[in-house]
């Protein structure tokens, strides 16, 4: 697992990010402000480097933090001390002690206000075993983690999928998806009648009004299988659609954002190489049709694909494409495809 996430880190208006993996150390990139990156600072280390990570003001003092998510070693909070350089704030956020072995890995790291108090709280999960929450006293202090659910899938993402103004959770591994409803006040109930059926692998999963109705739509990306879309029927309950505007049936990356300023969503996918075919970085755009075009397909060498995001990191007013190119273990390069530009 690989991640990028974007931010602005020091308060000058221009989005910058942090790309970490496993094995490495985190790595942070400012923004000069005409969208050019230099990196600023090396930090966290090669032995406890988590496979997750993500940014979050979590103690409240108007900055962005990172938390690197470990199963085995245990969750970290580095804190920002306002100009993007982060410090290791020395609490360690571990699972309960019969749970972990030097396997342990988090596969899925989501933050988000659970209990709605007013501060960033931690979800993560252990692949094939337990989801776990750990609540925020509002300091950046984090409570000890809390099985919630037995079961811990792949990929999630989070949104307020039944319009109640609380936030939700979508889980999905390689034969079935979760949904998790919030009762507002931090307790996630699975449903049975929200669990769908799968076959083959999911490789991401990606909430996003597809179809304009005003709820979350749900996208699966999937390997080998072609990838699915499911729509929101309003109350969390979703149901196959139709469209297949995935690239090939390796889409094993996944964003969504308006990147044309017409009012629906357009995609961007990254898919593995096979039989004689590269990893590839696309860009989709729909149309007032509904039909899709490619603004962007590009084959990274040596071949790899990681996850990407989306920021106006020029400031020109539309969104602009940083993706990472990753293999095995190690984050290797990141790719930056401003908009307007092929």
């Not at 697992?1 to 990010?17: A, E, Q, R, T």
């Not at 989070?158 to 609380?166: M, P, T, Y």
């Not at 699975?190 to 709820?215: F, K, P, W, Y």
């Not at 996208?219 to 196959?240: C, H, K, M, Y």
Request: glycine share 14%; aromatic share 12%.
């Amino acid at each position: 697992m690989f991640n990028i996430s974007v931010g602005d880190l020091n308060s000058d208006g221009f989005p910058d990010f942090v790309c970490n993996g496993p094995y490495e150390m985190h790595r942070t990139y400012l923004n000069d402000g005409t969208g050019n990156f230099s990196l600023f600072e090396l930090f966290g280390d090669t032995v406890h480097a988590g496979r997750t990570g993500a940014l979050g003001d979590f103690d409240g003092d108007g900055d962005l933090d990172f938390v690197e998510a470990s199963g085995y070693h245990g969750t970290r909070i580095f804190l920002n001390d306002g100009t993007g350089k982060m410090t290791d704030s020395g609490q360690l956020v571990l699972l309960p002690a019969g749970d972990v072995t030097s396997s342990t890995n988090f596969y899925t790291l989501e933050v988000f206000d659970i209990d709605r108090d007013g501060d960033l709280d931690l979800i993560v999960g252990v692949i094939f075993k337990k989801l776990y929450v750990s609540l925020n006293d509002g300091t950046g202090v984090f409570g000890s983690f809390v099985g919630i659910h037995n079961f811990g899938h792949l990929f999630a993402d989070q949104g307020d999928l039944d319009g109640d103004g609380d936030t939700d959770l979508v889980l999905a591994g390689s034969s079935s998806f979760y949904v998790l409803m919030n009762d507002g006040g931090g307790t996630l109930t699975h449903h049975s009648t929200r669990l769908m059926t799968l076959t083959g692998a999911t490789n991401e999963v990606v909430l996003a009004d597809e179809d304009g109705d005003g709820d979350l739509d749900l996208f699966i990306a999937r390997n080998p299988e072609q990838s699915q879309f499911w729509l929101n029927q309003g109350d969390g309950t979703f149901v196959l659609a139709t469209q297949k505007m995935a690239p090939s049936n390796r889409t094993v990356r996944a964003t969504a954002a308006d990147i044309d300023g017409d009012g629906d969503l357009d995609w961007s996918f990254g898919t593995t190489s096979y039989t004689g075919i590269p990893s590839r970085f696309m860009v989709r755009r729909r149309s007032l049709s509904g039909d899709y075009d490619d603004l962007l397909d590009y084959h990274p060498s040596p071949d790899g694909v990681g996850p990407s995001a989306w920021a106006d990191i020029d400031r020109d007013g539309d969104l602009d494409l940083l993706a990472l190119w990753a293999r095995v273990h190690y984050v290797n390069r990141v790719y930056v495809f401003k908009n307007g530009e092929r």
